[in-house]
């Protein structure tokens, strides 16, 4: 009944939204604007707000049910309980600020989608099961988006740079949007982008090139037609290519537990890369028992606020106690790797004199030590 009453008054109002020359352009500009927005929260926020106002001349406000509410297919996933509490105490004390902007689908459905206001909304329904009565309904405008626009995408343009995504919903975000431009799945594209990572390390000149948008010098080091499209749509999104492999891209392949412990338990992204080493082959046990220490490592990372430090030293007893000398193995191999970039990466050309011959210095000094260590190895 009230969504019968609504669909009158929305076509009427759009009518006359129609009958004002230029209004629905100007509603379509300032989701662009909004779209195209990274770290300018304030301007942002200015934006919505004129939003909102258009949207409520076109087709009006209305109170809507929050159990008619859900939440449409955004990258933003996670809500930490403190977001959640403080804006409880916000409707709690000021009331609602700001209506939601929700999509009314085109299939006669019983459920209207958010655009936006997910966190009032969230907190609405905490309130609620607290047994505030009040907030059973929450004051909302409506979308001309459909729920056939790429909203995921849309969304993600929109959080991409600011503190309201985090790592690991940016990286599920960024990588889901890569499959679909690209066509292969996940793990293929993870692939791609650690080999595109490794033939420019290769490169002296590979993050000179990267940064310098050089498409034919790129597709010169044997970049494939694949690889060259996720450059591209890293760069239209202006995403930092190397961070994002170096630091995002592993949240992605985190155990269930761990990305559950992320979104509502307060455990932080990195740390959670961090715990992810307790795996099985790790561990020399099974995957009842693996995940047994990782969620008990979760659980005393989360109540003691380990830094990532002491999330790695945590880590590293645990694996050295379940399989000792694994965690040193596991080091050494990262220091072997590390170097191994690092020299075949240096351009000695670019060095000065001073420098170049500390460098010859030191590695006169290792490779003595290398032989006599082959020397001692070749005995037996």
């Not at 049910?65 to 449409?72: C, E, N, R, T």
């Not at 988006?145 to 993600?156: A, F, G, K, V, Y």
């Not at 293929?188 to 010098?217: F, H, M, P, S, V």
Request: aromatic share 4%.
């Amino acid at each position: 009944m009230v969504k019968s009453k609504f669909r009158e008054r929305a076509s009427k109002s759009l009518q006359s939204a129609i009958a004002a020359k230029g209004e629905n352009d100007k509603i379509l500009e300032l989701q662009q604007k909004i779209s195209l927005l990274t770290a300018e929260a304030a301007n942002k926020e200015e934006l919505l707000k004129e939003l909102r106002l258009k949207l409520e001349q076109k087709s009006g406000k209305a109170f809507i049910a929050i159990d008619k509410i859900k939440p449409s297919d955004q990258c933003r996933v996670t809500f930490t309980e403190t977001t959640i509490e403080r804006r409880c105490k916000s409707l709690l004390a000021k009331g609602q600020l700001e209506p939601l902007i929700l999509i009314v689908p085109d299939d006669n459905s019983d459920f209207y989608y958010l655009e936006d206001g997910e966190v009032t909304w969230r907190a609405a329904c905490k309130l609620v099961e607290a047994g505030e009565k009040k907030w059973t309904q929450l004051e909302a405008v409506f979308s001309n988006l459909s729920l056939d626009d790429n909203i995921h995408r849309r969304t993600l343009i929109h959080h991409l740079h600011s503190e309201t995504l985090t790592p690991l919903d940016r990286a599920e975000a960024v990588v889901r949007e890569m499959v679909t431009e690209v066509g292969i799945k996940t793990e293929e594209i993870a692939k791609l982008l650690r080999n595109i990572k490794y033939k420019l390390e290769k490169n002296a000149k590979g993050r000179t090139l990267i940064e310098q948008d050089a498409e034919a010098e790129l597709a010169s080091i044997s970049l494939n037609e694949k690889q060259l499209q996720i450059l591209e749509f890293l760069r239209d999104l202006q995403v930092d290519f190397y961070s994002f492999v170096g630091n995002d891209l592993d949240m992605v392949f985190l155990c269930d537990d761990l990305k559950e412990a992320a979104r509502n338990q307060g455990l932080g992204c990195y740390q959670a890369k961090i715990l992810n080493r307790l795996q099985p082959k790790n561990l020399n046990c099974g995957e009842v028992k693996g995940k047994n220490l990782r969620v008990k490592a979760t659980e005393q990372t989360i109540a003691e606020r380990l830094n990532r430090n002491d999330t790695r030293k945590l880590v590293s007893s645990i694996i050295e106690k379940h399989c000792p000398g694994k965690a040193k193995k596991t080091s050494q191999n990262k220091i072997y790797k590390n170097a191994i970039d690092n020299v075949e990466n240096l351009s000695v050309e670019e060095l000065p004199l001073e420098q170049l011959e500390h460098f010859q210095a030191i590695i006169q000094q290792k490779l003595a030590v290398v032989e006599r260590h082959l020397a001692t190895l070749k005995q037996f």
